[in-house]
Nanobody, 115 residues
Framework: QVQLVESGGGLVQPGGSLRLSCAAS????????MGWYRQAPGKQRELVAD???????NYADSVKGRFTISRDNAKKTVYLQMNSLKPEDTAVYYC?????????WGQGTQVTVSS
């Protein structure tokens, strides 16, 4: 069993930055592909970025060049550095861990980009 706890969300002005953290409990963190997803009100949840156990990264086109996903296996934590934030980035951001048939989600953290 893996538990994921997101933190770092909040209110930020357009053009600002936030760093989200996802702290994992449980064993075998390094096995998991980790991802950040987001869901705006009334919209489908979408992949923002993910990182494999080997460190390969993938980003949604909408965030390329602005967001960076990273992981620290020793700390069992995955990060999402978000720069140049736009109002359309406003959403609840969820952390995800996946390995074979195992799929875990955090509770989410709210990111609001507004003046």
């Amino acid at each position: 069993q893996v538990q994921l706890v997101e933190s770092g969300g909040g209110l930020v002005q357009p053009g600002g930055s936030l760093r989200l953290s996802c702290a994992a409990s449980g064993s075998f963190f390094s096995r998991y592909a980790m991802g950040w997803y987001r869901q705006a009100p009334g919209k489908q949840r979408e992949l923002v970025a993910d990182i494999t156990s080997g460190g390969n990264t993938n980003y949604a086109d909408s965030v390329k060049g602005r967001f960076t996903i990273s992981r620290d296996n020793a700390k069992k934590t995955v990060y999402l550095q978000m720069n140049s934030l736009k109002p359309e980035d406003t959403a609840v951001y969820y952390c995800n861990a996946r390995w074979t048939a195992f799929d875990y989600w955090g509770q989410g953290t709210q990111v609001t980009v507004s003046s």
